[in-house]
């Protein structure tokens, strides 16, 4: 049974094999088949490892093969399926699979060679997460990290005739290799400390690690995360990265890829909690995150652009969670967001499809009559991200904050507030986009229509799981022993638990007094919302004061560019024409002058006469053995020297 | 017997290949007799007996030099790295013109015979000899087939190559004078007791000589310039194996003779292979010709071989040694597209280019492995070399290898430039009328993609191949 785990990554690997070799001579079906019929078997195999960690416990590490081993430094290729593990793998390879699905319909339009690349690359992508989440050690998990960003890379670019589509898969790459570095310098570190990766190794040797150790191998691993999981100050390649087919968006930046980092501290999470003044950063870069982007999401006008803060937002809350140790929270919230954020993705992709391509919520309204499904699927969605119980979101972000609340109640006011503009900038595009009057183009009003079965039975798949999802993680302030996950995932997390041992700190009627509170904010955010937004009528008149500021993201890519890129991009320029040329090259070729020879041996070459050439190499080979005859005489004169 | 033939059947091959004056002859005949060369120094790799791999024969008796060749772990290694490089050279230039086609190839397998001289040598003169021979070709080769610039260019390569020899040759007598029985051999000079001021002395004409040849930041500037002139498939042999020539001649030279110097200058080295990747790497960047930018990228990967030997540490070592064989593969695999782009679009500018994934889709997949392994993605064969070195250097200091790291950023930064200049986009005048690249450029990229994977999935053959080779140089340096 446990052989089978090689067998979750297998398929996605032949899939993109098969679909990449012979992409031009496959027919679409085909293509379709086979790349979602092979994230398909790798869920069945999941959902059979999960079954059977649920009643044993983790399974032993599998090695594969012996990946570097000289002397003392030794790294496998093994994987590992424990608790956070398996639940990762049922989300990848589940939702995987529904976004595969939801993609034969989506991209249908493509020539076939472009649809067999881009199912070769999505299935290439599913075998790197499956990797990075599978690895026994942080080696691997580096492997499929870095795998996930080429995915990441080659898929925002895919319509690579768009210059502006592949400077943002360019700027997603670069951000993310300087997230890279840190988990890199990170791994180093760990290396050089415990001379091992494998994690049952490392953790079983935290004392062996200084306090300056552990600070900085969390601080360095966090830097990693920053890139991938998009959180201040590396967050600007994410919106970015809509450029991409709008399945793509679903699965890879909003569902899996993006939560590679929070999936890399829940691993680590011992280090973490022994490193309190990590977390507080964590902490504070997730909340200042979370909030920050939501401002942005608020006057954005683009479906996807909005969606795409929403999830940095929303990431931002899962770092709160790492940051106040609740990992269990971060890891929940991780699922719950994966349902609705990847549903509200394919349900923007669904409104694209019936528009024609526009993304613009201004040139949208009224979807909802002609798109039933699609419309109902979402505000569901919208629900669940607003926090509106029962819904999953309502959960897990609940859990998030009262961990928040207990380590300082300040972080779980601005997490609230935060919430708030989540519920009203969610409801702003779901009014824009499904109520009111149409406001799009004759045209597009005619060729609306809802999308085809194999897009919308994804839709209700995920807004099912939306919808319940929530409730495999019940506080134990509405109902005890109901957290579902909590005691599912107890052995990954026992070692902080262990560590930390404290009790809580607040009462179970002060949370439902809490919790009762914001739902009931946030049900009169959404009223407001709905009933601004179903209202809207089409303007193009400039935003003001901070609207604009807003509209235009608080222009950090333009300060990114003043302060970072071109002063770099300037001194690349200095070095290379200044440094280089006149300085260094310079002085060269002034000894070269100095010498004296240039002249005459350029006449020579020239003229053709290489001949001369070699005889000034016979000539000197010459003087040489000359001077080994006279042995003696030369190291007389060599001793004088020396 | 096996290092012989390594030297000899490129000797006579390029002595028959100037009496051939076909084209297509002297085309096939070099084809031939460079995969017999990658056979003989395959059968090196395998060869489990140490008679087979050692050779020894008089010389110059009289000055005490012995004809001694011997492969050991890392000389099996780079004879190899050579043996494949010649085919995939000629194969995939072959339906470009060389006038005098039969002095060309002569010259490009006489330069092969004086790299596999260089790596087998175990005799400091001979060393030197073989040295100077891989030298002459190369000037001959683009002197007289390079571009517009190339006599300014060649006499520069020439005079600063030369410059380092003569250094290296003067070290070398210093230390023939100290040996005892007045001997060239390399046993001698590792028996060597050299006082910490005769080491430092001995350390610098010997380094310099090298960091010329790899090149160290600096001793560069003729590099740039001597690869953008050369013609592509000479270009390919000096970035994809002559540079090695410095790196080994460090480690089999200097770690060993000049143990106390390395580690009282190891600091100095490396701030200078440190400034000289990240100087390459912004330099990188803003280049418009693609021959420039890689020459630029190599330098940046050459400091960080450079910086790994000297922080002396195992592991790094042990990735210099894979990373010299991969950068030599994987580095040839981008000329061979600089070279088709070049041939069949008549320009390497990037501002000219553009859009040419439209036209060429097979060459621009191949392209994109190659510039992911350029940038060390896991499980390409970089990767494994970039993380052992790096570690190295991390465990020698850790903030050297924090600043060296910005170097993964900017590789990342030159090198997706780089693709996406010349291969998205829209088409422009240069690639609009653009087919895909022949068949012999696609299968030899194909072959180095496989070379790739494999390496990058499944490294531990090659990190065996030069175990022992690592495990005798640190010995030495960790005794002081």
Same mark, same amino acid.
């Given at each position: ?50 079954f059977q960690v649920k009643s044993n416990g983790a399974l032993p590490v599998q090695p594969l093969f012996s990946f570097i081993d000289v002397e ?164 600007? +390649? ?98 719950t967001h994966a349902f609705f954020k990847a549903l509200l993705f394919l349900g923007a992709g669904s409104v694209i499809h019936a528009m024609g ?74 009014? %824009? ?195 080994? +005859? ?13 | ?72 772990? %890392? ?128 350390? +610098? ?36 194996? %002559?540079?090695? %020539? ?235």
């Amino acid at each position: 049974m446990n052989n089978l785990v090689y067998l979750i990554p297998f398929f996605p690997l032949l899939g993109f094999l098969i679909n990449g070799l012979f992409r031009k001579s496959l027919n679409k079906p085909l293509i379709g088949i086979i790349g979602s019929g092979s994230i398909l078997a790798s869920f069945v195999v999941s959902l059979l490892l999960f079954f059977q960690v649920k009643s044993n416990g983790a399974l032993p590490v599998q090695p594969l093969f012996s990946f570097i081993d000289v002397e003392s430094f030794k790294i496998a290729f093994a994987f590992q399926v424990d608790q956070l593990s398996s639940l990762f793998l049922l989300i990848i390879t589940g939702i995987g699979f529904l976004i595969h699905l939801y993609s034969t319909s989506y991209m249908h339009d493509e020539p076939a060679e472009h649809f067999g690349r881009y199912f070769a690359y999505l299935n290439l992508f599913v075998f790197s997460m499956l990797l990075l989440v599978l690895g026994a050690n942080y080696v691997i998990m580096f492997i499929g990290w870095e795998g996930v960003g080429l995915c990441s890379y080659l898929l925002i670019g895919f319509w690579f005739k768009n210059n502006n589509y592949n400077y943002a898969a360019k700027k997603a790459f670069v951000m993310n290799r300087i997230g890279d570095l840190g988990f890199l310098l990170a791994v180093f570190w760990i290396l050089a400390k415990l001379g091992t990766v494998e994690y049952y190794e490392v953790f079983a040797q935290t004392a062996k690690l200084s306090n300056a150790d552990i600070f900085g191998i969390t601080i360095l691993l966090f830097i990693g995360a920053t890139g991938k999981s998009a959180q201040i100050p590396l967050y600007t +390649w994410l919106p970015d990265a809509m450029a991409g087919p709008t399945p793509v968006s679903a699965l890879i930046h909003a569902a899996t890829m993006v939560t590679a980092g929070i999936y890399m501290i829940a691993r680590s999470n011992i280090l973490y909690t022994m490193a309190p003044v990590t977390q507080v950063i964590i902490a504070v870069i997730g909340l200042a995150t979370a909030v920050f982007a939501a401002t942005i999401a608020l006057k954005q006008n683009d479906i996807k652009k909005v969606l795409a803060y929403s999830t940095v937002s929303q990431l931002g809350y899962m770092f709160l969670g790492l940051g106040v140790g609740a990992y269990t929270g971060a890891v929940f919230h991780v699922m719950t967001h994966a349902f609705f954020k990847a549903l509200l993705f394919l349900g923007a992709g669904s409104v694209i499809h019936a528009m024609g391509g526009e993304q613009d919520i201004r040139k949208m309204g009224g979807l909802a009559k002609k798109m039933p499904q699609t419309n109902w699927t979402f505000l569901v969605a919208c629900f669940a991200i607003a926090g509106v119980p029962p819904l999953s979101g309502f959960f897990s972000k609940d859990e998030i904050l009262a961990a928040a609340f207990e380590k300082n109640s300040l972080l779980y006011y601005i997490g609230v507030a935060g919430a708030l503009m989540t519920a009203f900038y969610m409801f702003r595009l779901y009014a %824009m986009t499904f109520l009111g009057q149409f406001r799009g183009t004759h045209e597009q009003e005619h060729h609306l229509h809802e999308s085809p079965a194999a897009m919308t039975i994804p839709l209700i798949v995920l807004a099912i799981l939306a919808a319940v999802g929530g409730l495999i993680g019940i506080p134990e302030a509405i109902l005890p022993n109901a957290h579902k996950l909590e005691a599912f995932l107890e052995p990954v997390f026992e070692q902080s638990t262990r560590y930390v041992h404290e009790a809580h700190t607040v009462s179970h009627s002060t949370e439902l007094m809490l919790m009762g509170v914001v739902t009931v904010i946030i049900i009169g955010v959404i009223v407001a919302a709905w009933r601004k937004f179903s209202k809207y009528q089409y303007s193009d008149a400039e935003e003001t004061g901070l609207g604009k500021v807003l509209e235009n993201k608080w222009y950090v890519d333009e300060i990114y560019d003043a302060v970072i890129v071109n002063p770099l991009l300037k001194l690349a320029g200095f070095l290379k024409n200044v440094v280089e040329k006149s300085g260094i090259d310079g002085i060269v070729n002034g000894v070269g002058r100095f010498v004296g020879y240039s002249a005459r041996q350029l006449r020579l070459l020239q003229s053709g006469q290489v001949g001369n050439y070699i005889l000034f190499m016979v000539l000197s080979l010459v003087v040489l053995f000359l001077v080994f +005859w006279n042995e003696t005489i030369i190291s007389e004169f060599l001793k004088k020297i020396f | 017997m096996i290092p012989v033939l390594l030297i000899l059947i490129p000797i006579v091959a390029g002595l028959v290949s100037f009496f051939l004056k076909n084209e297509k002859a002297a085309k096939g005949w070099s084809v031939i007799a460079s995969l017999v060369t990658l056979a003989v120094s395959l059968a090196g790799v395998y060869e489990q007996n140490a008679a087979a791999l050692h050779a020894d024969a008089a010389w110059l008796p009289t000055l005490g030099s012995r004809f001694t060749l011997h492969l050991d772990g %890392m000389a099996k290694m780079l004879t190899l790295l050579t043996g494949i490089s010649m085919p995939l050279v000629v194969v995939s230039t072959i339906k470009n013109d060389y006038r005098n086609a039969g002095n060309f190839y002569g010259l490009l397998l006489w330069l092969q015979a004086g790299l596999m001289g260089v790596f087998v040598s175990a005799d400091c003169l001979l060393f030197y000899f073989f040295w100077e021979l891989a030298l002459i070709p190369a000037y001959f080769l683009c002197s007289g087939w390079g571009g517009e610039k190339r006599i300014p260019v060649t006499f520069k390569f020439f005079v600063y190559t030369f410059l380092g020899s003569l250094l290296m040759l003067v070290g070398i007598l210093f230390l023939y004078f100290k040996t005892p029985d007045h001997s060239f051999a390399i046993a001698s000079f590792y028996k060597l007791n050299l006082t910490p001021a005769e080491q430092s002395f001995g350390f +610098w004409l010997f380094f310099i000589a090298f960091a010329i040849k790899m090149p160290v930041f600096p001793f560069h500037t003729w590099q740039p310039d001597t690869y953008e002139q050369s013609p592509t498939a000479v270009t390919m042999l000096l970035s994809g194996v %002559m540079v090695k %020539m410095g790196l080994y001649g460090v480690i089999r030279w200097i770690l060993p003779v000049f143990p106390a110097a390395v580690v009282r200058f190891d600091h100095i080295v490396i701030i200078l292979c440190v400034i000289g990747i990240l100087y390459a790497s912004l330099i990188a960047i803003k280049q418009d010709d693609i021959k420039r930018l890689v020459a630029y990228s190599s330098i940046a990967h050459i400091g960080l071989m450079c910086a790994a030997i000297f922080s002396s540490q195992q592991v790094g070592m042990q990735g210099v040694m894979v990373q010299m064989f991969n950068h030599g593969v994987n580095v040839i695999g981008l000329w061979i597209v600089v070279d088709a782009i070049e041939q069949n679009q008549g320009t390497r500018k990037f501002s000219e280019l553009g859009g040419l994934a439209q036209k060429a889709p097979g060459l621009a997949i191949l392209f994109v492995i190659m510039a992911f392994a350029n940038i060390a993605l896991p499980l390409t064969n970089a990767f494994v070399g970039e993380f052992m070195m790096f570690n190295g250097l991390f465990r020698y200091n850790g903030w050297m290898a924090g600043i060296a790291g910005i170097s993964i950023i900017l590789a990342a930064v030159y090198t997706l430039g780089m693709v996406q200049k010349i291969f998205y986009g829209n088409t422009v005048a240069a690639t609009e009328n653009a087919v895909d690249s022949d068949f012999s450029v696609k299968l030899m990229l194909a072959i180095l993609v496989v070379v790739i994977v494999v390496l990058g999935v499944y490294p531990q053959p090659m990190l065996q191949l030069t175990n022992d080779t690592v495990h005798s140089v640190l010995t030495k340096i960790h005794s002081f």
